[in-house]
C-alpha cells in the first residue's frame, strides 16, 4: 500500500537524519553487515535497495519496506540504530541522545514507534550532543511562597465546581509566577478561550486547566491540541487535569499524530507544591519524555526514579 504524500515527506526527512549511520556498501575487508545494503542484506530487504547515490537509495529502501512489507519496518530502522552504534563509535563520532530522538519524532509521523528507541535505559546510555543541556537539578521555591500556594490551593479545592475553575486559574497563575515562568492571564480570541500561557526557557506555553470530577479522555486533548497547533510554529501547551487521564485517551492522542503538549495531572501539582521539585524541573523532563516517546503525560515517579 503506497504511503500519503505526509509519510513521503517524513521517510525523506528519515533518509537524511539517518544519512551519517553507515556507509551505502560495506568495505570490502570490514563486516558486510555495517553498511545500509548489509543491514537490507540480513533482512531480507536488498530487493528494495539501490545503486547508486547513498541518499536516494536510503529514502528508496525506507519508503518500499512500509510500501510492501510494513511489518518489517521496525526490524529496519532499529538495526540501522544497532549497526550505527558500532559504526559511529570506530568512527569516533559516536550516535548521541539527541540524534535518536529526533529520529523518534520524524519516525511518528510515518506512523510508528518503536519500543526499542524510546526504552529510557538505552536513550540515557547515549552521549549527549556537545552543547545540549542536562535537566536542571529538582529544587524548591522559597519556604514562605509554598506555604502561602499551599494554603491557596485548599482553599480553590473546598470552593464549588464552578467559582473553583475560575479560582484554579488565577491559582495556577501565582504558582507559574512564583518559579519565575512570567505568566499571562487568560484571554479570549475569536471563537477560543485560552487559560493563559507562560515561558518556559524560550519556549511559550499555552495553558489548558480542568478541574472536574471525571478523568479526561481523548477528546479534550485533541481540542486543545489544535489550539495550540493553530497558532503559529513555535507555542507547545500544558493540559492540567486535577482528575487525571483517561488510559484509553491517553493511547488514543499519542496514536494520531506528534504530539504539541505536556500533561500534568494533581498529583504532579501536588509534589509542585510540597516542595520536592522545582516546576520547570518537571516541565523540562515532561517536554524532554514526549519529544522521546510522544507520551504527552508520564507521571512524575516515572521521570524521577529513585526520589519518589
Same mark, same amino acid.
Given at each position: 500500500m503506497a504511503i500519503s504524500l505526509a509519510e513521503s515527506h517524513a521517510v525523506a526527512r528519515l533518509a537524511r537524519a539517518l544519512y551519517d549511520f553507515l556507509p551505502g556498501k560495506p568495505h570490502p575487508f570490514a563486516d558486510q553487515t555495517i553498511?545500509?545494503? !548489509?543491514?537490507?542484506?540480513?533482512?531480507?530487504?536488498?530487493?528494495?535497495?539501490?545503486? !547508486?547515490?547513498?541518499?536516494?537509495?536510503?529514502?528508496?529502501?525506507?519508503?518500499?519496506?512500509?510500501?510492501?512489507?510494513?511489518?518489517?519496518?521496525?526490524?529496519?530502522?532499529?538495526?540501522?540504530?544497532?549497526?550505527?552504534?558500532?559504526?559511529?563509535?570506530?568512527? !569516533?563520532?559516536?550516535?548521541?541522545?539527541?540524534?535518536?530522538?529526533?529520529?523518534?519524532?520524524?519516525?511518528?509521523?510515518?506512523?510508528?514507534?518503536?519500543?526499542?528507541?524510546?526504552?529510557?535505559?538505552?536513550?540515557?546510555?547515549?552521549?549527549?550532543?556537545?552543547?545540549?543541556?542536562?535537566?536542571?537539578?529538582?529544587?524548591?521555591?522559597?519556604?514562605?511562597?509554598?506555604?502561602?500556594?499551599?494554603?491557596?490551593?485548599?482553599?480553590?479545592?473546598?470552593?464549588?465546581?464552578?467559582?473553583?475553575?475560575?479560582?484554579?486559574?488565577g491559582f495556577l497563575n501565582d504558582v507559574f509566577s512564583a518559579y519565575g515562568l512570567a505568566p499571562r492571564s487568560p484571554f479570549r480570541i475569536v471563537g477560543e478561550q485560552i487559560d493563559g500561557s507562560f515561558q518556559l526557557g524560550q519556549d511559550t506555553y499555552l495553558l489548558e486547566a480542568k478541574w472536574e470530577d471525571l478523568r479526561i479522555g481523548q477528546a479534550p486533548l485533541l481540542t486543545f491540541s489544535g489550539k495550540v497547533g493553530g497558532k503559529s510554529q513555535w507555542p507547545r501547551g500544558l493540559f492540567i487535569s486535577m482528575s487525571g487521564y483517561t488510559p484509553e485517551g491517553l493511547d488514543a492522542f499519542a496514536r494520531g499524530k506528534p504530539t504539541n503538549i505536556v500533561c500534568m495531572e494533581?498529583?504532579?501539582?501536588?509534589?509542585?507544591?510540597?516542595?520536592?521539585?522545582?516546576?520547570?524541573?518537571?516541565?523540562?523532563?515532561?517536554?524532554?519524555?514526549?519529544?522521546?516517546?510522544?507520551?504527552?503525560?508520564?507521571?512524575?515517579?516515572?521521570?524521577?526514579?529513585?526520589v519518589l
Open positions: 553498511s545500509f545494503a !548489509g543491514v537490507a542484506h540480513e533482512l531480507g530487504l536488498l530487493k528494495y535497495w539501490s545503486q !547508486g547515490s547513498k541518499e536516494p537509495a536510503l529514502a528508496q529502501l525506507l519508503t518500499r519496506t512500509p510500501e510492501r512489507e510494513r511489518g518489517a519496518f521496525g526490524a529496519l530502522v532499529v538495526r540501522i540504530v544497532q549497526r550505527g552504534m558500532i559504526y559511529r563509535q570506530n568512527k !569516533g563520532s559516536p550516535i548521541t541522545r539527541e540524534e535518536v530522538v529526533a529520529i523518534n519524532a520524524i519516525i511518528a509521523q510515518v506512523g510508528f514507534k518503536f519500543r526499542e528507541l524510546h526504552d529510557p535505559k538505552f536513550l540515557d546510555s547515549l552521549p549527549r550532543a556537545p552543547g545540549s543541556e542536562p535537566d536542571r537539578p529538582p529544587k524548591s521555591a522559597d519556604a514562605k511562597t509554598l506555604a502561602a500556594l499551599q494554603r491557596r490551593f485548599l482553599e480553590v479545592s473546598m470552593l464549588p465546581a464552578h467559582p473553583r475553575g475560575t479560582a484554579f486559574e494533581g498529583l504532579c501539582l501536588y509534589h509542585v507544591l510540597s516542595g520536592a521539585f522545582d516546576l520547570g524541573t518537571v516541565l523540562s523532563r515532561k517536554a524532554r519524555r514526549a519529544a522521546e516517546t510522544n507520551d504527552a503525560f508520564v507521571p512524575v515517579r516515572e521521570l524521577f526514579p529513585g
